[in-house]
Nanobody
Framework: QVQVVESGGGLVQAGGSLRLSCSAS????????VDWYRQPPEKQREWVAG???SGVSSVTGRFTVSRDNAKNVVNLEIDSLKPEDTGTYYC?????????????????WGQGTQVTVSS
Protein backbone atom coordinates (compact mmCIF):
# COMPACT_ATOMS: atom_id res chain seq x y z
CA GLN A 1 0.00 0.00 0.00
CA VAL A 2 1.00 3.62 -0.50
CA GLN A 3 0.67 5.86 2.52
CA VAL A 4 0.57 9.65 2.48
CA VAL A 5 1.32 11.84 5.46
CA GLU A 6 1.12 15.62 5.67
CA SER A 7 3.04 17.70 8.18
CA GLY A 8 4.00 21.28 8.94
CA GLY A 9 0.69 22.80 9.95
CA GLY A 10 0.25 25.09 12.91
CA LEU A 11 -0.76 28.52 14.12
CA VAL A 12 0.76 31.40 12.19
CA GLN A 13 0.21 35.13 11.92
CA ALA A 14 -1.27 36.76 8.89
CA GLY A 15 1.35 37.98 6.46
CA GLY A 16 3.75 35.20 7.23
CA SER A 17 4.69 32.10 5.27
CA LEU A 18 4.28 28.42 5.95
CA ARG A 19 5.64 25.24 4.40
CA LEU A 20 3.67 22.04 4.48
CA SER A 21 5.12 18.68 3.49
CA CYS A 22 3.55 15.64 1.89
CA SER A 23 5.43 12.38 2.17
CA ALA A 24 4.45 9.28 0.23
CA SER A 25 5.80 5.90 1.27
CA UNK A 26 5.40 2.30 0.21
CA UNK A 27 7.02 -0.14 -2.14
CA UNK A 28 7.26 -0.25 -5.93
CA UNK A 29 5.29 2.81 -6.87
CA UNK A 30 5.61 5.88 -9.05
CA UNK A 31 3.81 9.19 -8.71
CA UNK A 32 1.82 10.68 -11.56
CA UNK A 33 0.43 13.73 -9.83
CA VAL A 34 0.34 15.43 -6.45
CA ASP A 35 -2.38 17.88 -5.47
CA TRP A 36 -2.96 19.94 -2.38
CA TYR A 37 -6.48 20.68 -1.18
CA ARG A 38 -7.82 22.52 1.81
CA GLN A 39 -11.05 22.48 3.73
CA PRO A 40 -11.93 25.68 5.60
CA PRO A 41 -14.16 25.33 8.65
CA GLU A 42 -17.72 24.39 7.67
CA LYS A 43 -16.91 24.59 3.97
CA GLN A 44 -16.26 22.17 1.14
CA ARG A 45 -12.83 20.88 0.33
CA GLU A 46 -11.19 22.90 -2.46
CA TRP A 47 -8.19 22.46 -4.70
CA VAL A 48 -5.21 24.68 -3.91
CA ALA A 49 -2.30 23.71 -6.15
CA GLY A 50 -0.60 20.71 -7.69
CA UNK A 51 2.00 19.41 -10.08
CA UNK A 52 2.91 16.32 -12.07
CA UNK A 53 5.03 13.68 -10.39
CA SER A 54 7.86 14.46 -12.79
CA GLY A 55 7.75 18.17 -12.01
CA VAL A 56 10.12 20.24 -9.96
CA SER A 57 7.89 23.08 -8.89
CA SER A 58 4.65 24.83 -9.75
CA VAL A 59 3.31 28.23 -8.71
CA THR A 60 -0.37 29.12 -8.36
CA GLY A 61 -0.72 32.60 -6.95
CA ARG A 62 0.52 32.57 -3.36
CA PHE A 63 0.96 28.81 -3.42
CA THR A 64 4.14 27.06 -4.54
CA VAL A 65 4.34 23.30 -4.87
CA SER A 66 7.85 21.90 -5.05
CA ARG A 67 9.62 18.59 -4.79
CA ASP A 68 11.88 18.08 -1.82
CA ASN A 69 15.34 16.55 -2.16
CA ALA A 70 13.72 13.30 -1.10
CA LYS A 71 12.04 11.86 -4.16
CA ASN A 72 8.62 11.21 -2.68
CA VAL A 73 8.24 14.41 -0.66
CA VAL A 74 6.33 17.35 -2.08
CA ASN A 75 6.04 20.66 -0.27
CA LEU A 76 3.40 23.37 -0.36
CA GLU A 77 4.61 26.83 0.53
CA ILE A 78 2.00 29.47 1.25
CA ASP A 79 3.09 33.11 1.18
CA SER A 80 1.36 36.20 2.54
CA LEU A 81 -0.93 34.12 4.70
CA LYS A 82 -4.45 35.39 5.29
CA PRO A 83 -7.01 34.39 7.93
CA GLU A 84 -9.09 32.86 5.13
CA ASP A 85 -6.26 30.39 4.51
CA THR A 86 -7.28 28.71 7.74
CA GLY A 87 -8.33 25.12 7.30
CA THR A 88 -7.20 21.54 7.09
CA TYR A 89 -4.77 20.94 4.26
CA TYR A 90 -4.75 17.60 2.50
CA CYS A 91 -2.37 16.01 0.06
CA UNK A 92 -3.64 13.72 -2.68
CA UNK A 93 -1.21 11.46 -4.49
CA UNK A 94 -2.02 9.51 -7.62
CA UNK A 95 0.21 7.10 -9.40
CA UNK A 96 0.94 3.47 -10.22
CA UNK A 97 1.93 0.52 -8.07
CA UNK A 98 3.84 -2.45 -9.41
CA UNK A 99 2.18 -5.53 -7.96
CA UNK A 100 3.89 -8.69 -9.15
CA UNK A 101 4.60 -7.16 -12.53
CA UNK A 102 1.20 -5.55 -12.98
CA UNK A 103 0.85 -1.78 -12.84
CA UNK A 104 -2.23 -0.73 -10.91
CA UNK A 105 -3.37 2.84 -10.26
CA UNK A 106 -3.68 4.26 -6.78
CA UNK A 107 -5.26 7.41 -5.41
CA UNK A 108 -4.41 8.12 -1.80
CA TRP A 109 -5.24 10.98 0.56
CA GLY A 110 -3.37 11.94 3.68
CA GLN A 111 -5.03 12.56 7.01
CA GLY A 112 -4.59 16.33 6.74
CA THR A 113 -2.70 18.97 8.67
CA GLN A 114 -4.34 21.93 10.36
CA VAL A 115 -3.36 25.49 9.47
CA THR A 116 -4.71 28.39 11.52
CA VAL A 117 -3.90 31.95 10.51
CA SER A 118 -4.46 34.65 13.11
CA SER A 119 -5.15 38.24 12.13
Amino acid sequence: QVQVVESGGGLVQAGGSLRLSCSASGSSFSIDHVDWYRQPPEKQREWVAGMPGSGVSSVTGRFTVSRDNAKNVVNLEIDSLKPEDTGTYYCNVRGLRNIRGTLLPFDVWGQGTQVTVSS
